[in-house]
């Protein structure tokens, strides 16, 4: 059996800046719970 998970199951937030959804990236595995922006363009466009 494979590991995978479907892109559709994967966890989501909404952008604090543009209040789009984005999904959970495995770049941000460790710090998901701090995550608010879904790119760096919003982030700085605070």
């Known amino acids: 059996m494979s590991k995978h ?3 559709s199951d994967l ?3 909404i952008c604090v800046v543009c209040q789009r ?5 495995k770049k ?5 719970k701090e995550v608010k922006y879904c790119s760096e363009k919003c982030k700085h466009s605070k």
């Open 11 to 13: 966890p989501q937030k």
């Open 28 to 32: 941000w595995e460790k710090v998901w």
């Open 21 to 25: 959804p984005f999904t959970w990236r």
């Open 5 to 7: 998970i479907k892109k």
